[in-house]
């Protein structure tokens, strides 16, 4: 069985930092984008940060290139989005998931097998 689990949400000011985990397990496919996407009451969903597996290069949307960094522990099944200089325009639920593509990942509406998704974890940034 497949699970997905967030950790690391919270409530910062302006220009604060934070740390979102994900630690999937059970998931049995060799290649895959892993990542996170966002969404905000009221908005549409959005793609922030995918890597493959394999080592290729992450992709970030456009607004957070340069304050969010994602990275992989591949000996723990567990992914992470160092968030820096948080703005309140990023506040929204976060959601760690795994999907054939980053596309699909970022953009949603996949229903291959191997589309997976965490239930979330809230990011508050207050001015």
């Known amino acids: 069985q497949v699970q997905v689990e967030e950790s690391g949400g919270g409530s910062v000011q302006t220009g604060g930092s934070l740390t979102l985990s994900c630690l999937i397990s059970g998931y049995t496919y060799s290649r895959y984008c892993m990542g996170w996407f966002r969404q905000a009451p009221g908005k549409e969903r959005e793609g922030v940060a995918g890597?493959?597996?394999?080592?290729?290069?992450?992709y970030y949307h456009e607004s957070v290139k340069g304050r969010f960094t994602i990275s992989k522990d591949s000996a723990k099944n567990t992914l992470y989005l160092q968030m820096d200089n948080l703005k309140p325009e990023d506040t929204a639920m976060y959601y760690c998931a795994a999907d054939r593509d980053c596309e699909s990942l970022f953009y949603g509406g996949s229903e291959a097998p191997e589309s997976i998704r965490g239930q979330g974890t809230q990011v508050t940034v207050s001015s």
């Open positions: 890597i493959y597996t394999g080592g290729r290069r992450p």
